[in-house]
């Protein structure tokens, strides 16, 4: 069955610290990969997305995503956390013939000052 | 630009009655999608619609769950009768076009006690 893993359910880092959360999709086809982020009190919103080409993605406040097609992963990135990026992440694939959005299960993310 | 509007924010219901939730999209978006997230967990997909045309339903419970998307533009989502197991926030989105960015709105959390 086509899904989408995320690997940590809940990180905890200290501000400044380097965050890396990842994500495993089990799609054969080719996907469009959207890592979108929940804001405490907010909706959804897109971080960042991958179509085609350049397989490094750079989104909105400094985060990053590399897709690596051979091990169906798109991983999010950021080099130095803030305790504004306190938030729940979610990585989400649909399949170019499909068009079907999955998500993945979340991560909350909790940067300490 | 407006964002994706939901109503209502909030609702609690006894469980065995009817609940109906109602979104308006981003004016131009032909897709629109009803989302299900129980707390702790990424939302499912319940209901993926393109113009007025389902796209996708195969989680949707058909029992007791219906949408409609009248002239392709707004849509309702209903549960007609509610379980415990319902209660968790519905999430609508709407896009452009299939594979493209979703748009989310806050959502409406329903608790059926």
């Known amino acids: 069955a086509q899904s989408v893993s995320q690997h940590n359910h809940h990180v905890i880092l200290s501000e400044a610290a380097s965050l890396e959360l990842g994500c495993n999709y089990s799609?054969?086809?080719?996907?469009?990969l959207f890592w979108y982020v929940q804001y405490p009190g907010q909706h959804l919103q897109l971080l960042l997305k991958?179509?085609?080409?350049?397989?490094l993605v750079k989104g909105i406040k400094g985060f990053e995503a590399e897709f690596i097609k051979s091990k169906f992963s798109f991983n999010l990135r950021k080099p130095s956390v803030q305790w504004s990026d306190t938030a729940e992440y979610f990585c989400?694939?649909?399949?170019?013939?499909?068009?079907?959005?999955?998500f993945g299960a979340g991560t909350t993310e909790t940067v300490r000052a | 630009e407006a964002g994706v509007a939901q109503s209502p924010r909030y609702k609690i219901i006894e469980k065995r009655q009817s609940v109906a939730f109602w979104c308006n999209p981003i004016?131009?978006?032909?897709?629109l999608y009803w989302y299900q997230q129980i707390l702790g967990q990424g939302p499912k997909l319940l209901i993926q619609?393109?113009?007025?045309?389902?796209?996708?339903d195969s989680q949707l419970p058909k029992d007791r769950f219906s949408a409609e998307r009248l002239k392709g533009v707004d849509s309702t989502l209903k549960i007609q009768p509610a379980k415990l197991e319902d209660s968790a926030v519905y999430l609508c989105?709407?896009?452009?076009?299939?594979?493209?960015?979703?748009?989310f709105g806050q959502g409406t959390r329903l608790t059926v006690v």
């Open positions: 989105a709407s896009s452009f076009a299939q594979g493209t960015e979703a748009f």
């Open positions: 989400a694939v649909n399949l170019i013939n499909g068009y079907k959005l999955s």
């Open positions: 799609y054969g086809g080719t996907v469009n």
């Open positions: 991958y179509f085609s080409g350049d397989p």
């Open positions: 619609f393109q113009n007025n045309g389902v796209v996708d």
């Open positions: 004016s131009g978006h032909a897709t």
